[in-house]
C-alpha cells in the first residue's frame, strides 16, 4: 500500500565550523537523509563558529528524524534547536477575541459595561429575540466535539481534538465571516453531550457538531434538532454527503448519464456513509447499494444496528447480496467512506460503462487514482494533490453562512440539496471534464452561491425568521 507523504518544514539553528567545505557536508547530509534545503539565513559568524538558521522541507517525521540525526552525527556541528512549522503555527492557539469597539475613555467603559449595558440587558429580557440584533448570537457557531473520532486519528479525547476545532473554527471566519468558537467536552455520554449543548446554545446561532463517533452521533445530532431553535448540523454527515452529491452530479453529466439511472455501490456505512446514501436517495438517484465489514446490506440479514435496518429497508433493490466485487459488477459509481486499499483494479473492470469513482477515505484512498485511471472516466478523492477534491470546506461555511443569514431555525433536507446543487453548479458547462468536477475551495464564488441557495431554500420552506440579510451595514431584502 503506497505511503502518503505529509510534508512540513523544519527549521533548525546549527553551529558549525566556519571553515571552507562546511556547509557543503552539512547540505549533502541533510539530502542524503531525504530532506531539502528551502533556505538558509545566518545569524552570526565569528573567526571560527557560525550560527544558520537552515530550513528544511520534509516529508514524513520519520525523513524529519533522519535529518536531525544526521545534522547530529556531523563532527563539530551542533543543533542549537530544532522546531517544526506546523508545531510553530499552533503555539498558543490558533485563534482569539478580539473587540469590535476599543475601550480607551470612562464612557468607553460605561457603554460596552456597566451601567449602559444594563439597558440593552433588559431589553434583550423582555424580548429574548432581540439577542439576535444585540449580541454576538447573530453571527456565532459552537463547534462542539467529543474527541471519539478525529481525523484519522480515532478516539484521541478533547484536548487532542482542539487544535483541530480551532482549525474548523478558522475556517469558519476565513470563508464565511461566521464567529466560531471550539467546544470539546470531556464527556462521552450522549446524554450528558446533549445537555450540555442545549445549555451553552443561548449563545449560540448555531451548532456544528464534529468528529463525534458513531452511531452515538445519530442519537446526538437528532436530539440536539428535536430540543434547540437553531441550526444542528454534524459536519463529518452532512457536509461530506453534500459535497460527494455535488460532484456526483457533475461526474454524471461528464459520462452523459441521469441520476436517476445510476446504480451506486458506497462502502461504509458509518456516519458520512449513511448521510451520503440518505442524500443520494432525496435527489433521485436510480438505487444504493450499501456495503460494510460483512458485505451488501440487504432484506435477508437481521441487524441490530437501527441504521442499518433503515438501510435494508430503503436501499439495495434488488437485494444483492455479496461482497463488494460482487455488487460491483454493472455498478455506474463506487462512492468509499470505508478503509484504504479495498478496492482492485479488478473491481473496476466489472463495473458499467464510464465508470466513476470516489475513493473518500483519508489519508490513503480505497485505491489511489493514479491507479484507478486507466480503469474509469471519473474519480475523485479527498485528497488535495488530486485533481477532484471532494472536500467538506466547500459546504460547510455556506451553509452556516445562509442559515444564520435567515435565522433558520434548522438545516433541512432541501437547504442542504441546493447547496449540493450550487455547488455543482460553479463549475459551468464549458469548463466541466473528468479532471475538473467540483470547484476549488478557494473559488471566491463558492461560499456566497451556496449561502444564496440555503437562504432562498430556508425562505421557501417557511423555516427562516428573517427575510432580510445584511450586507454592508444594510438589511436588503433577500433573492427568492
Not at 474509469?376 to 453562512?401: H, K, M
Amino acid at each position: 500500500m503506497p505511503q502518503v507523504a505529509i510534508s512540513f518544514t523544519l527549521i533548525m539553528r546549527v553551529e558549525m565550523p566556519n571553515t571552507a567545505g562546511a556547509f557543503a557536508q552539512l547540505a549533502s547530509a541533510i539530502a542524503d537523509a531525504g530532506g531539502v534545503i528551502a533556505a538558509v539565513d545566518m545569524r552570526s559568524v565569528g573567526k571560527n563558529r557560525s550560527v544558520r538558521d537552515v530550513t528544511v522541507n520534509v516529508s514524513s517525521d520519520v525523513i524529519g528524524n533522519d535529518v536531525r540525526l544526521s545534522v547530529e552525527a556531523l563532527d563539530g556541528v551542533r543543533i542549537v534547536s530544532i522546531s517544526d512549522s506546523t508545531f510553530l503555527a499552533h503555539l498558543g492557539g490558533k485563534i482569539r477575541v478580539e473587540p469590535k469597539i476599543p475601550v480607551k475613555t470612562r464612557q468607553d467603559l460605561s457603554t460596552v459595561y456597566t451601567p449602559g449595558v444594563a439597558r440593552v440587558s433588559m431589553a434583550i429580557a423582555a424580548d429574548p429575540n432581540k439577542a439576535f440584533q444585540l449580541t454576538i448570537k447573530r453571527n456565532t457557531v459552537a463547534v462542539v466535539s467529543d474527541g471519539t473520532a478525529v481525523l484519522g486519528l480515532g478516539d484521541i479525547g478533547p484536548l487532542g481534538a482542539l487544535p483541530v476545532m480551532e482549525g474548523k473554527a478558522m475556517l469558519f471566519k476565513q470563508f464565511a465571516g461566521i464567529d466560531a468558537f471550539p467546544i470539546c467536552l470531556d464527556t462521552k455520554d450522549v446524554d450528558e453531550i446533549v445537555d450540555t449543548v442545549v445549555r451553552i446554545a443561548p449563545v449560540f446561532g448555531g451548532i456544528n457538531l464534529e468528529d463525534i463517533s458513531a452511531p452515538r452521533c445519530f442519537e446526538v445530532e437528532r436530539r440536539l434538532i428535536e430540543r434547540l431553535d437553531i441550526p444542528v448540523m454534524h459536519d463529518d454527515q452532512h457536509g461530506t454527503a453534500v459535497v460527494i452529491l455535488a460532484a456526483l452530479i457533475n461526474a454524471a453529466k461528464v459520462v452523459g448519464k441521469d441520476l436517476g439511472d445510476l446504480r451506486i455501490v458506497v462502502a461504509g456505512s458509518g456516519a458520512a456513509g449513511t448521510a451520503t446514501i440518505k442524500m443520494l436517495l432525496e435527489a433521485g438517484v436510480g438505487d444504493v447499494i450499501p456495503v460494510d465489514r460483512g458485505g451488501a446490506i440487504n432484506r435477508d440479514e437481521r441487524y441490530e444496528n437501527v441504521h442499518w435496518r433503515w438501510l435494508a429497508e430503503h436501499t439495495n433493490r434488488e437485494n444483492r447480496r455479496g461482497t463488494l466485487a460482487d455488487v460491483l459488477s454493472g455498478a455506474d459509481v463506487f462512492i468509499g467512506v470505508s478503509a484504504p486499499g479495498i478496492l482492485q483494479p479488478e473491481h473496476l473492470k466489472k463495473m458499467a460503462r464510464d465508470p466513476i469513482v470516489f475513493a473518500m477515505a483519508n489519508p490513503t484512498p480505497e485505491i489511489m487514482p493514479d491507479v484507478a485511471a486507466p480503469y474509469v472516466a471519473v474519480v475523485a478523492t479527498g485528497r488535495s494533490d488530486f485533481p477532484n477534491q471532494v472536500n467538506n470546506l466547500l459546504a460547510f461555511p455556506g451553509i452556516f453562512r445562509g442559515a444564520l443569514d435567515v435565522r433558520a431555525s434548522r438545516i433541512s433536507e432541501r437547504m442542504k440539496l441546493a447547496a449540493a446543487r450550487a455547488i455543482a453548479a460553479i463549475v459551468g458547462d464549458d469548463e466541466r471534464g473528468p479532471e475538473y468536477i467540483v470547484p476549488s475551495v478557494f473559488d471566491p464564488r463558492v461560499v456566497d452561491a451556496v449561502a444564496q441557495a440555503v437562504s432562498n431554500a430556508a425562505v421557501e420552506e417557511g423555516i427562516a425568521r428573517r427575510t432580510l440579510i445584511r450586507k454592508d451595514g444594510e438589511d436588503l431584502p433577500l433573492p427568492v
